[in-house]
């Protein structure tokens, strides 16, 4: 217990100090920054949690927090942008913290049923994939959108022939 106390009060430190190194910067790259202190904060409690209660629940809590640390900070990034290449920038964050998600989800069931046998590992893997997919896929088609007429009927079609959509 002690050593979760002391990880948890270093990681408040460590984002004092982090956040404070952003002050020197300015604009987006101010929140970038921030964002980033921010998620190193709360991955760094998350796995702190996850290392004192050691449960598969809390592993996947921790990968939660490194997915959601990652998407905030690639929404900052995605600021840089205007127009459709901020549009495909964000709809590739989400499609990452949909991964993160799902691969956390799928190591919790793997964790949680070693003794239910392979099916429910199969199901959560299916699961998981298939938000994967449907992730990807509106990546591909949101990349569609920079183009017109037939180009972007083209290539909305071999969006839906390449994730298995009708």
């Known amino acids: 217990k002690d050593g979760y ?3 948890k009060a270093n990681a408040d430190s ?3 100090i982090d956040k404070k190194a952003c002050d ?3 604009a987006n790259a101010k929140n970038v920054c921030g964002a980033q202190a921010k998620g190193k904060e709360s991955v ?5 949690q ?3 209660e050691d449960t598969p629940k809390a592993r996947e809590n921790a990968r939660f927090a490194l997915a959601k640390a990652n998407y905030d900070i690639a929404i900052e990034m995605c600021d840089d942008h205007a127009g459709n290449p901020k549009d495909v920038c964000v709809k590739e964050a989400k ?3 949909v991964k993160g998600k799902a691969d956390a989800k799928v190591d919790r069931v793997a964790a949680d049923t070693r003794q239910d046998g392979a099916a429910k590992r199969a199901d959560a893997r299916a699961d998981a994939n298939a938000d994967k997919r449907d992730a ?3 990546v591909a088609v949101e990349k569609c959108d920079d183009l017109a007429g037939a180009a972007k009927d083209a290539c909305v079609s071999g969006a839906k022939v390449q994730f298995g959509k009708s």
């Open 14 to 16: 460590q984002y004092k």
């Open 95 to 97: 499609s990452g913290l």
């Open 50 to 52: 996850a290392a004192y």
């Open 24 to 26: 020197s910067l300015s």
């Open 44 to 48: 760094a409690k998350a796995d702190a």
């Open 136 to 138: 990807e896929f509106k």
């Open 5 to 7: 106390a002391l990880a």
